[in-house]
């Protein structure tokens, strides 16, 4: 009962910017932690940012500085400004949303679709 949708994905030359957007939807009753992974082609997937409900975030020291994650939380979505882009940040990215899908339930992480974000030099 629970989809996350993905978007904002693309080619875009080195320096250049994109914004993802996780929007989650369906039936639950109370999302906690949002972030966002990235997998490079051969490699594991790796954990890029994070975000709590009160609005701590935490970030890979290979993106400190230059992406931010944000979070609107009326409207269930978690979005990755992603500025001055280089091209080791090729990957799928993905988010990850930890969400209670009812009040008894325990927490437990979805994962969108993935998006695929490609950097050219």
């Known amino acids: 009962q629970v989809q996350l949708v993905e978007s904002g994905g693309g080619l875009v030359q080195a320096g250049g910017s994109l914004r993802l957007s996780c929007a989650a939807s369906g039936s639950f009753y109370r999302i906690n932690a949002m972030g966002w992974y990235r997998q490079a082609a051969g490699k594991q997937r790796e954990l890029v940012a994070t975000i709590i409900s009160g609005g701590i975030t935490n970030y890979a020291d290979s993106v400190k500085g230059r992406f931010t994650i944000s979070r609107d939380n009326a409207k269930n979505t978690v979005y990755l400004q992603m500025n001055s882009l280089k091209p080791e940040d090729t990957a799928i990215y993905y988010c990850?949303?930890?969400?209670?899908?009812?009040?008894?339930?325990?927490?437990?992480?979805?994962w969108g679709q993935g998006t695929q974000v490609t950097v050219s030099s």
């Open positions: 990850n949303v930890n969400i209670k899908l009812t009040f008894t339930s325990s927490y437990q992480g979805y």
